[in-house]
C-alpha cells in the first residue's frame, strides 16, 4: 500500500491479523489491497464494493447497514473506516454496542477532518469501555474502543434506518433517509433538468417509450419523468438510495425496476431516454473517472435513435469527455450552476432500434 495513504495501509493490517468471529462495515472508500480473511463477515451499502469483495474470496453481503439479524454480543471485532455521513457513522456506532461481546473492540479508522477524533470520544462514552489511539501519519488516525459493562449514551444517528418524508414540491412529496447524499432538498440540477426535459426531447411528460434513471437516488428525475406509460427502469449504487426510491415509485404509484448496479454495470436492456445527474464524488474525494464510467454507460445503453440527458455541475467538462462516444453532443442549457447536455447517436453502438 502506498505510503500516501496511511488508512487503507492500516485497513489492510488490521485484516490481516483479525482471527475469529470479526465484522469489517464498508462504505464507500477505496478498499485496501489483502487476502480474503475467512474469520471476518462483512456488510456494505455500496453495490461496487460488495461486488468486488465476493469476486475476491470475501464473505460479503450489501444492504443498508440493516444489522439486526447478526447476533448480540456474536463479534470480538467490528472493524470500520469511518463514512462521509455523520448519521451512518452514529448508526454503526450504536450497532456496535448490542454486537460486540464484553470486551470487544471497535476499531475505528478516519482523519481528523473527517471528524475521527470526535467519533472516537462519542463511541468510547457509547461503549463504555477505554479507548487507545494511534496517528498513522499526517491526520489519520487509528483508535481502539473496549465495549464494557452496560455502555452509555449512543449518538444520535436521527433514526438511520428509517425512512421518512423529507422533501416537497408542487407535485410530489420525498421519502428519503440521513446518509444518501442530498437527501432532505430537492437537487437544483436534478430540477433545472426537468424543468428543461420537454424541449430537450421535444415532447411532453410524462414519457412513453423505456427510461433509465442512471444513479436515481431517492427517485427524482424517474418520479418527474415517467408515468403510466414508461417503461421505467432505475439504477443506483447506494442501498439507501434503493431503498428510497423504491418507495417513492409505489407511493406516486409508478411502475418500475430498481435495480443495484455500479454507473449501469449490470444492465443489459437499452433505452429511449436516458436521464442522469451523476456524482463526482466518492467517499471523501472527488473521483473524475466517476464521468467517464457514466458516459461509457450511457453510450452503451441508449438506443441509436435514443437521447441521454445529463445535469452536470458547470466545471464538468461533460461535452469534452463525450467526444467519441456520441455523434450529436449538445449543451442544451447553462444556468451558471448547472448544465444540461443532450447526447444523440451513440457511437459504435450495436442496437438497431428501440428496446
Not at 416537497?168 to 436534478?190: C, H, M, T, V
Request: with cysteine; aromatic share 8%; hydrophobic share 40%.
Amino acid at each position: 500500500m502506498s505510503d500516501m495513504d496511511p488508512i487503507a495501509r492500516e485497513l489492510e493490517q488490521q485484516l490481516s491479523r483479525l482471527s475469529a468471529q470479526a465484522l469489517w462495515l464498508v462504505d464507500e472508500n477505496p478498499l485496501p489491497r489483502c487476502r480474503p480473511n475467512p474469520s471476518v463477515e462483512v456488510v456494505g451499502n455500496r453495490f461496487d464494493v460488495i461486488e468486488q469483495l465476493q469476486q475476491q474470496g470475501w464473505h460479503a453481503r450489501f444492504n443498508d447497514f440493516e444489522l439486526g439479524t447478526l447476533p448480540s454480543a456474536g463479534f470480538n471485532t467490528i472493524l470500520y473506516r469511518v463514512s462521509k455521513e455523520k448519521a451512518v457513522v452514529h448508526h454503526l456506532i450504536g450497532a456496535a454496542k448490542r454486537l460486540l461481546k464484553p470486551n470487544g473492540e471497535l476499531i475505528l479508522l478516519g482523519d481528523k477532518a473527517e471528524g475521527i477524533r470526535t467519533y472516537v470520544r462519542k463511541a468510547e462514552t457509547c461503549l463504555g469501555g477505554s479507548r487507545t489511539e494511534s496517528k498513522l501519519g499526517g491526520n489519520s488516525w487509528c483508535a481502539r474502543i473496549v465495549r464494557s459493562g452496560e455502555g452509555g449514551e449512543c449518538p444520535d444517528s436521527q433514526s438511520y434506518a428509517e425512512l421518512r418524508s423529507a422533501c416537497s414540491d408542487q407535485r410530489l412529496e420525498y421519502w428519503a433517509k440521513p446518509g444518501l447524499f442530498g437527501w432532505n432538498k430537492i437537487d437544483r440540477g436534478s430540477a433545472f433538468l426537468i424543468e428543461q426535459l420537454p424541449a430537450m426531447l421535444e415532447t411532453p411528460l410524462p414519457l412513453s417509450g423505456s427510461v433509465l434513471d442512471l444513479g436515481c437516488g431517492f427517485g427524482y428525475l424517474a418520479l418527474n419523468a415517467a408515468g403510466p406509460e414508461t417503461r421505467l427502469v432505475c439504477t443506483d449504487n447506494n442501498a439507501a438510495a434503493l431503498l428510497a426510491c423504491q418507495h417513492n415509485l409505489r407511493r406516486a404509484g409508478i411502475s418500475g425496476e430498481v435495480l443495484a448496479s455500479n454507473a449501469g454495470d449490470s444492465i443489459r436492456q437499452q433505452f429511449d431516454t436516458l436521464l442522469c445527474n451523476p456524482p463526482f464524488h466518492s467517499g471523501f474525494s472527488v473521483d473524475g473517472d466517476l464521468t467517464d464510467r457514466f458516459l461509457a454507460a450511457a453510450q452503451r445503453l441508449l438506443t441509436s435513435q435514443g437521447s441521454a440527458c445529463f445535469v452536470v455541475n458547470q466545471h464538468i467538462p461533460l461535452e469534452r469527455k463525450a467526444v467519441g462516444r456520441f455523434a450529436d453532443i449538445s449543451l442544451w442549457a447553462d444556468n451558471g450552476s448547472f448544465k444540461l447536455v443532450r447526447l444523440r447517436k451513440p457511437i459504435n453502438s450495436t442496437v438497431q432500434g428501440h428496446s
